[in-house]
């Protein structure tokens, strides 16, 4: 599989041939451009499946559950998620929950 700049390029070629075939376009300008190398770059800090399916179950049963599963699913920073809280969710009236009066 190409590196991720030369299949971006590539879906931006195919995309602009398929447009051209219709006439919507005269020249397909992509085909002009090269891809320049790119340099290496950091290690990835991502987690991995078996590190994501640790915390899932370390934190199974616990307040942070819900957290790690959120941060898990969104693929956000501690620090973004930090930031939340109950303020400015809508609030139940007493009536309006299960078994209230």
Do not use: F
């Not at 987690?47 to 819900?66: F, I, N, P, V, Y």
């Not at 620090?79 to 007493?94: K, M, T, V, Y």
């Amino acid at each position: 599989m190409p590196p991720p700049d030369e299949r971006g390029n590539s879906i931006l070629v195919r995309a602009i041939s398929r447009t051209q075939a219709r006439d919507k376009v005269e020249r397909n300008v992509a085909l002009l451009c090269e891809v320049p190398k790119g340099e290496e770059g950091r290690p990835s800090k991502s987690r991995t499946l078996d590190q994501a399916e640790a915390a899932l179950k370390a934190s199974e049963g616990t307040a942070l559950h819900a957290y790690v599963v959120l941060s898990l699913l969104l693929g956000a920073r501690t620090e973004e998620l930090r930031a939340l809280n109950g303020n400015g969710l809508p609030q139940a009236a007493p009536s309006d929950t299960p078994g209230g009066s």
